[in-house]
């Protein structure tokens, strides 16, 4: 069984899956390949000069994988609760893990099958949301849900951040303890 499924490799899903992995968690990104950010120019990204949309997802795809995490091209068809974890259904295949981080952009259907609880968006443009308490849980013990789809501006700067947020909480949950991820330069 995985630590963390992610559904969505953009921003928000991409950094959420980069953190898991990094700090060794047994995570897979199921990705559909359809992010708003691969028609997007970035020059918003702090540490980031300017960077295409494509680029910046195949950057945060590369960083998933040089930590261990995995990345496979599917769409997810549906979420279900199975014995501690949950069973997650593709087009490529079945997966269990023990948590799920939803980061599917502007996308709710999956999430509404699944049973998850949304709300009208705030967000130009965004008209569902899920609805997602302040660690970024859903109705639903054990999914979470980041970026966009959670209720955070589209920027991508914020989608990453909150990806990264909600990750450091399910690492937390998964080590029942407080989890922090710093790098120090080396002398």
């Known amino acids: 069984m995985l ?45 980031v000069m300017e960077i295409s949309g494509p680029d910046l997802v195949e950057i945060g795809k590369q960083q998933v994988t040089k930590f261990g995490g995995e990345i496979a091209q599917a769409t997810v068809t549906n979420i279900s609760k199975v014995g501690e974890g949950f069973k997650v259904e593709t087009d490529n ?31 130009p443009r965004v008209k569902t949301i899920l609805d997602v308490d302040a660690e970024g849980k859903t109705n639903v013990d054990g999914i979470w849900a980041a970026g966009t789809v959670a209720g955070v501006s589209v ?18 949950v ?12 080396k002398a």
């Open 3 to 47: 630590d963390v499924v992610v559904i969505g490799a953009g921003p928000a899903g991409a950094s959420a899956a980069l953190l898991t992995a990094k700090a060794g968690k047994k995570t897979l990104v199921l990705d559909n390949d359809k992010t708003v950010t691969k028609r997007a120019w970035v020059e918003n990204h702090y540490g």
């Open 93 to 123: 295949g079945e997966y269990e893990a023990k948590h799920i981080i939803v980061a599917t952009g502007f996308l709710v259907d999956l999430a509404e099958k699944a049973g998850l609880t949304t709300k009208p968006g705030t967000e």
């Open 174 to 185: 998964l080590n029942g303890e407080r989890y922090v991820d710093h790098d120090v330069l």
């Open 155 to 172: 920027h991508t700067i914020v989608t990453a951040g909150d990806g990264a947020r909600v990750a450091i909480n399910v690492i937390s």
